[in-house]
């Protein structure tokens, strides 16, 4: 049973923006163990400590809650911020033209950040497999602009003729797939990392010097 993220005796003490953070800390672990499908919005109101009114006060239906869950994880926590947006050993190693600084430090970040947030992550496979909005609005907010992102530099490497003529989204998705099933594979499949048990950072310089192998002149 989902226990309670908060005790009920705060409620008094807890503004309105912090009860909704508290009903939107519910609903991701709900849906991340449970899929949009198998979440109630009675079970949201049980595991946050409030009435199922008090949900429904925040936010007027489920879908409304799945979309405040993104903006939440774009917006604030900065959980799924652009690396390019904070990261400045990215950027000065894209000033450099330093590629293997380039590919270590978006694999790095990526991978730091799929496992500061596993229940999101959880979560985002959940409305992929129901094909809930959720899971299409991701992908057009977020990953189509990391596909484009990465894509522009390897084109500007590719006309400096540091890089193979091959498609850049074929090497992003390849870059990416990298990076996802390794992911996939620690949070969903091998938690106990039985199989391989290697660093964030061991992985992401791995995963650099094979993309690299694979596609410079």
């Known amino acids: 049973m989902i226990k309670d993220l908060f005790q009920c005796s705060t409620q008094g003490r807890m503004t309105g923006d912090e009860r909704r953070e508290q009903i939107l800390q519910a609903a991701v672990q709900l849906f991340s163990q449970r ?3 198998g979440t109630t919005t009675k ?3 049980l595991a946050s400590g409030v009435s199922e009114a008090m949900v429904f006060r925040h936010f007027e ?10 903006d939440s994880k774009r917006s604030d926590d900065g959980v799924h911020r652009f690396p390019w947006e904070e990261n400045e050993d990215l950027r000065l190693a894209m ?3 330093d590629d293997f600084g380039v590919f270590y430090n ?4 990526a991978l730091t950040k799929h496992h500061t947030d596993e229940s999101f992550m959880r979560l985002l496979f959940f409305s992929a497999l129901e094909e809930h909005k959720l899971a299409e609005r991701f992908f057009g907010e977020f990953v189509s602009k990391v596909y484009e992102f990465i894509g522009n530099y390897i084109s500007e490497r590719q ?3 540091a890089m193979r003529e091959l498609d850049p989204k074929i090497v992003v998705r390849a870059y990416l797939g990298m990076l996802i099933h390794h992911s996939l594979n620690n949070i969903l499949w091998d938690k106990q990392r ?5 660093s964030n950072e061991d992985a992401a310089k791995n995963f650099a010097d094979i ?3 694979g596609i410079k002149n």
């Open 35 to 37: 899929g949009f499908s």
């Open 43 to 45: 079970q949201i109101a």
């Open 61 to 70: 239906t489920k879908d409304a809650l799945y979309d405040a869950i993104l």
């Open 95 to 97: 000033e450099a033209k």
């Open 106 to 109: 978006l694999g790095l970040h």
């Open 159 to 161: 006309k400096d003729g």
């Open 194 to 198: 039985r199989m391989m048990d290697i």
């Open 211 to 213: 993309l690299l192998n």
